[in-house]
């Protein structure tokens, strides 16, 4: 066994050595500084937290989210409670309808929507989320602790090889409407500008009075104005009547296929009138 110590004898050199350098080494570095830490691995280039757009804001809901939408492809074709339409200024639901106050866009396929709401007689504000998926084919809806996801609804026309637009004109204003031509002229809708006022009414007969809405949506595209109309319904013209001031989208809604709106009930879209016959018709509502 007395070899050990024989080769412990034989390292001690070169760990003295060793040792010997290291100070050496330190000796060396100028006062008050200590020996360099071992550089750490820098982050390779482009690497780092996964960055967000910031939100901005808007006053109008973008064209992307624009559209009908409902709980099936079935619903689609007989509006039932969870039908929403949507537009640049306005969200309508079954029983209520928001006018945009502001929007926030998260990102294209998510914005939140501030808006003043109407709806069987009261009145509120409230924010909702709206978020597409699926290439936008739905939209789900979240706010007041409630989530609903609907499906857009495949733009349908309504029929209309029989009708066609006509206007009139007399003392008591101007006149453009719809009209079946081979029932006798009954007419499907009417826009109508009475003498001395600076009022657009527009009236369905088709449709049904609810006691509990007085609003009614008229426009085309994305563009849609809101009017006041009678619960109690029209008794001249029958069906029901909205009313409000001329609208300045007026000359851009009858360049495009033309809807009317009240409660779950809906009209058109229709083909808009000739650019003769709404220019006729700007006219009368002008004078």
């Known amino acids: 066994m007395a070899f050990r110590p024989l080769i412990l004898l034989a390292l001690l050199p070169t760990a003295l050595a060793a040792c010997g350098e290291r100070e050496a080494a330190n000796e060396a570095l100028p006062s008050g500084h200590e020996p360099a830490a071992p550089a750490a691995a820098s982050p390779a280039a482009g690497v780092g937290p996964p960055t967000h757009p910031k939100p901005t804001r808007s006053d109008t809901i973008p064209a992307r989210f624009h559209g009908l939408f409902d709980a099936s492809a079935s619903a689609c074709g007989k509006p039932g409670e969870y039908r929403l339409a949507v537009s640049a200024k306005e969200l309508r639901f079954h029983e209520s309808a928001a006018i945009v106050r502001s929007v926030t866009i998260d990102s294209p396929d998510s914005i939140h929507v501030a808006g003043d709401y109407q709806g069987e007689g009261e009145s509120w504000k409230a924010t909702r989320q709206l978020r597409l998926s699926e290439g936008g084919s739905k939209l789900t809806v979240a706010g007041d602790g409630t989530e609903l996801v609907?499906?857009?609804?495949?733009?349908?026309?309504?029929?209309?090889?029989?009708?066609?637009w006509e206007t009139s004109a007399s003392g008591e204003g101007a006149a453009l409407y719809l009209a079946h031509f081979h029932l006798g002229g009954e007419r499907v809708v009417t826009l109508f500008c009475p003498a001395g006022s600076n009022d657009l009414l527009v009236n369905v007969p088709g449709f049904r009075p609810v006691g509990s809405e007085e609003r009614m949506s008229f426009g085309a595209?994305?563009?849609?104005?809101?009017l006041v109309a009678d619960p109690r319904g029209d008794r001249q013209r029958g069906g029901v009547t909205g009313r409000g001031p001329v609208p300045s989208e007026l000359p851009t809604i009858l360049r495009s296929r033309i809807a009317v709106n009240y409660g779950s009930q809906n009209s058109g879209p229709y083909a808009p009138?000739?650019?003769?016959?709404?220019?006729?018709?700007?006219a009368g509502c002008r004078d």
């Open 221 to 226: 595209g994305g563009t849609a104005v809101a």
């Open 150 to 164: 609907r499906i857009r609804c495949v733009d349908r026309p309504a029929p209309e090889p029989s009708t066609r």
């Open 273 to 282: 009138p000739s650019p003769e016959m709404a220019k006729s018709f700007l």
